[in-house]
C-alpha cells in the first residue's frame, strides 16, 4: 500500500507550565519498558481489592486473558463508595445539563453512593443476580449512569444500547444477551422535542417469540404517554427511592464479567464485545489519570460521548468515576437551543477538560469561530480527541479557538475491544504532531507491520510513504475477553490475521512517522467509520435487502469531509419496483435504513444502477465501488466479470 501525504508536520511541545505540574512524567515509559508486568500490578493497586491478586497476567490460554488473577474487588465500590469514605463525599461527582434550558442537576459523591446502593436494593428486589444481562436504553439522564453502576454493583453484566439506535437494534441485542431487564426512560428529549422511547422498547420486545426480559424499569423522563404491560412493567420512581441507601458491595473476582457492549463487526450481525472488571477498570483509571492529566480536586472535566458507546463506559462511568472526577454530563445535542450551547456549558461549569470527537470539531469550524469566541474557555488546559483520525487543520482550528493555542491536545486511538486508550500522547510529556496519536502508551505495545508480520521502517513526513497494518503485540489489561457467545469468532476476527505471532489485529491501517510516532489511517476491513460511529457496509446492506424492492445492494464508506467517511450505498432493483420512480425508491430506502438501524446508518447517497461489480467467484468489488463513489479513476478491474459494468453505474450517479 502506498499514498502520497503532503501536510507539513509540526512539533506542539508541551508547555512549560502544563509539564511541570503533569501527572505524567517521561519515566513513566522507562518504567513501563523495565517491568511492564510490575507497571501494571502498581497501576492495579490505584484501585481498592478486597483480596489483593496473587499474578499479574496468566497468558496461558491465549487469547482469553486473565488478569489480575486471584484478585477480587467490586467495581462500584471503586468508583463511589471509597470517595465517600476518604472524605469526599461533598465533591461533587456529576454536574448535570439536561437538554432544555434550565434544567440541571448537580450529583455528589455521598448522593451517588445513596442512589446507586437505592438501585441495587431494588434491582435486586426484582430478582436480578450476579451474571444476569440488563440492557440499558436510555437517553444521558444521571439515571443511566446510575443503572451501570447498580449493575457492576451486584455483578450483574449491563449492555448499554445506544438510544439512538432503532427497536430492531435493541431487540437483537437483547434477544442475543438474554436480557432478563431493560431499564429505559419514557421518552428522550431530541433537539427540543420530547420523543418516546420506551414504546420502542415494547416494539423490541414485542418481535421476541419468547422475550428473556423479566422486567422493563422506565426512567420518568419527558412525561410523554407510554405503552404499559403491567406486571413486567416498573416505574423507576416507584422502587428506586424506597428502596434503603444501605447496601453492601459483594467482592467478585477480577474476570468477573463486567459489561457486554455490541459494536459492528465485519457481518450483519453485531458482536456482544465482552469486558471484566479488574483490567479493564484498571486501564481506565490509569489511562483517565494520565491521558487527562487529572487533577479530582480542582478540574471539571467533560467528555461529549454519549454512554451507548464505549467512550461514555471508560471515560464518563469507570475512568473519571474510579479517580473520583468531578465531571459534566450533558444530555443533548450540540446545537440545542442554539450552536452556543457546548461553549455556554463549558463557562458555566468552568470546564478544564474537554473530550471530543473530530467529527464535532468539523461541526463547530463550519459554524465559525466568532461562536466560541463569544465566550469565556479560559478554564481549558486540556482537550481530547477519539473515535476517528483529526485531520490536522481540525486539530490546529481545535487548539487555536477552543484551547487559545496553548492548550495541549491529546488524540487517543482506541476501540470498543481495547477497552481503553491505547494510543495517546501524554500530555506535558510528548511533543505533538496534529493528527498523529503518536505513541502507545506506558504498558501498551503496539507495532506496524506489512503482510509478512514485518515492522515497517519510519516513513519520511512528505513524498510517499508505506502503510501497514496496526497490531497490538503484547496483551494489556482492558482487552476484550471475547464475544458473548461465540468464543470461535473472536479468535477468528482478532486473532487469525497474526496467527502464528499472536498478535491482536485492529483492523486499521497506519503508518510510522519520521520520528517513529504512528498515524492511524483508519479501518481497512468493511468497518465504515460515520462521524466517530463504526457501522459495517454488511449491516447497512442487509437493512436494504430486508426492502421487498430490493434485490442486492452493494455498500461502501466514502471519504468524506465533515463525518469522515460517509455511506454510500448501490442497489439493484426488483422488476415490480420499476413503477415507483428512483427519487420515491431512494427515500423509502434511506428510511427503511433509519428505522432498521439507525439514523446515523442513513447512507449520504443511494444509486440504483442495474448491476454490481463482481468477481468471478461472486464478491462483490467494493474496492472499485469505492473509486466509484469517490470519484477515482478505477482500480484494476481485471478480476471482474465484466468490467463494462461500470458504464452503466456512472451513467446512473
Ligand atoms: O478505526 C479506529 C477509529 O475507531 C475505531 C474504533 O471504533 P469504536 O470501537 O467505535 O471505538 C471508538 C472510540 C474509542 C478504530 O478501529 N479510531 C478511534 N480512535 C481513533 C481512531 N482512528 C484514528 N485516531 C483515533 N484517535
Not at 394 to 411: H, Q, S
Not at 456 to 483: C, F, N
Not at 558 to 579: E, M, P, R, W, Y
Request: one cysteine or more.
Amino acid at each position: 500500500m502506498t499514498e502520497t501525504h503532503t501536510e507539513v508536520p509540526t512539533l506542539y511541545p508541551p508547555p512549560a507550565e502544563f509539564a511541570a505540574n503533569a501527572n505524567a512524567t517521561e519515566e513513566l515509559y522507562a518504567e513501563a519498558e523495565a517491568d511492564r508486568l510490575a507497571f501494571w500490578a502498581e497501576q492495579a493497586n490505584r484501585l481498592a481489592w478486597q483480596t489483593p491478586f496473587s499474578e499479574v497476567l496468566d497468558w496461558s490460554d491465549r487469547p482469553f486473558a486473565k488478569w489480575f488473577v486471584g484478585g477480587k474487588l467490586n467495581v462500584a465500590y471503586n468508583c463511589v463508595d471509597r470517595h465517600v469514605e476518604a472524605g469526599n463525599g461533598d465533591r461533587v461527582a456529576i454536574h448535570w445539563e439536561g437538554e432544555p434550558v434550565g434544567d440541571a442537576r448537580t450529583i455528589t459523591y455521598a448522593e451517588l453512593k445513596d442512589e446507586v446502593c437505592r438501585a441495587a436494593n431494588a434491582l435486586t428486589q426484582l430478582g436480578l443476580v450476579a451474571g444476569d444481562r440488563v440492557a440499558i436504553y436510555m437517553p444521558m439522564v444521571p439515571e443511566a449512569i446510575v443503572a451501570m453502576l447498580a449493575c457492576a454493583r451486584l455483578g450483574v453484566m449491563h449492555s448499554v444500547v445506544f438510544a439512538g439506535f432503532s427497536a430492531s437494534a435493541l431487540r437483537a441485542r437483547v434477544e442475543d444477551a438474554a436480557a432478563k431487564m431493560v431499564i429505559t426512560t419514557d421518552g428522550q428529549y431530541r433537539r427540543g422535542q420530547a420523543v418516546s422511547l420506551k414504546a420502542g422498547v415494547d416494539d423490541a420486545l414485542a418481535g421476541l417469540d419468547d422475550s428473556p426480559v423479566e422486567h422493563v424499569v422506565v426512567v420518568r423522563r419527558t412525561s410523554i404517554d407510554v405503552p404499559w404491560t403491567e406486571g413486567r412493567d416498573v416505574w423507576w420512581d416507584q422502587v428506586v427511592p424506597a428502596a434503603p441507601a444501605e447496601h453492601t458491595p459483594e467482592a467478585f473476582d477480577s474476570e468477573h464479567p463486567l459489561f457486554l457492549l455490541y459494536t459492528s463487526g465485519t457481518t450483519g450481525k453485531p458482536k456482544g464485545i465482552m469486558h471484566t472488571s479488574g483490567g479493564y477498570l484498571t486501564q481506565a483509571s490509569y489511562t483517565h489519570h494520565y491521558v487527562f492529566d487529572l487533577k479530582p480536586e480542582s478540574d471539571v472535566y467533560w467528555c461529549t460521548a454519549d454512554i451507548g458507546w464505549v467512550t461514555g463506559h471508560t471515560y464518563i462511568v469507570y475512568g473519571p468515576l474510579s479517580n473520583g472526577a468531578t465531571q459534566v454530563v450533558y444530555e443533548g445535542t450540540p446545537a440545542s437551543p442554539t450552536e452556543h450551547r457546548h461553549f455556554e456549558v463549558i463557562e458555566k461549569y468552568g470546564v478544564s477538560i474537554y473530550y471530543t470527537a473530530p467529527t464535532l470539531v468539523r461541526t463547530f469550524m463550519k459554524w465559525g469561530r466568532e461562536i466560541a469566541f463569544a465566550h469565556d474557555l479560559s478554564s481549558l488546559r486540556l482537550l481530547g480527541s477519539v473515535g476517528e483520525p483529526i485531520n490536522p487543520e481540525a486539530w490546529r482550528w481545535y487548539r487555536l479557538v477552543f484551547g487559545n493555542d496553548r492548550t495541549p491536545i491529546v488524540d487517543t486511538w482506541w476501540q470498543t475491544e481495547t477497552g481503553a486508550a491505547m494510543i495517546s500522547p501524554l500530555p506535558g510529556v510528548t511533543s505533538c504532531k496534529p493528527g498523529s496519536a503518536m505513541r502507545p502508551l506506558p504498558g501498551i505495545s503496539a507495532k506496524i507491520v506489512d503482510d509478512d508480520g514485518n515492522e515497517l521502517a519510519p516513513s519520511p513526513d512528505h513524498g510517499e510513504h508505506v502503510t501497514g497494518y496496526l497490531v497490538l503485540d503484547k496483551p494489556w489489561p482492558s482487552m476484550l475477553r471475547g464475544i458473548w457467545g461465540d468464543p470461535e469468532r473472536f479468535t477468528e476476527t482478532y486473532w487469525s490475521r497474526f496467527a502464528e505471532q499472536g498478535w491482536y489485529f485492529a483492523g486499521d491501517g497506519a503508518r510510522y512517522g519520521s520520528d517513529g510516532e504512528i498515524w492511524v489511517l483508519g479501518r481497512i476491513d468493511d468497518v465504515m467509520n460515520i462521524s466517530g460511529h463504526r457501522i459495517s457496509t454488511a449491516e447497512v446492506e442487509s437493512a436494504l435487502v430486508g426492502h421487498s424492492g430490493v434485490a442486492e445492494a452493494a455498500v461502501v464508506g466514502a471519504s468524506d469531509d465533515h463525518t469522515g467517511q460517509a455511506i454510500c450505498a448501490f442497489v439493484i432493483l426488483k422488476a415490480h419496483h420499476a413503477d415507483m420512480s428512483h427519487e420515491q425508491m431512494v427515500d423509502e430506502l434511506r428510511a427503511e435504513v433509519s428505522r432498521e438501524i439507525s439514523p446515523i446508518a442513513k447512507p449520504r447517497e443511494i444509486h440504483v444502477v442495474p448491476e454490481l461489480p463482481k468477481t468471478r467467484s461472486g464478491k462483490i468489488m467494493r474496492r472499485l465501488l469505492r473509486d466509484v463513489a469517490e470519484g477515482r479513476e478505477l482500480g484494476d478491474t481485471s478480476t471482474l466479470v465484466d468490467p463494462g459494468v461500470f458504464e452503466a453505474i456512472r451513467a446512473s450517479k
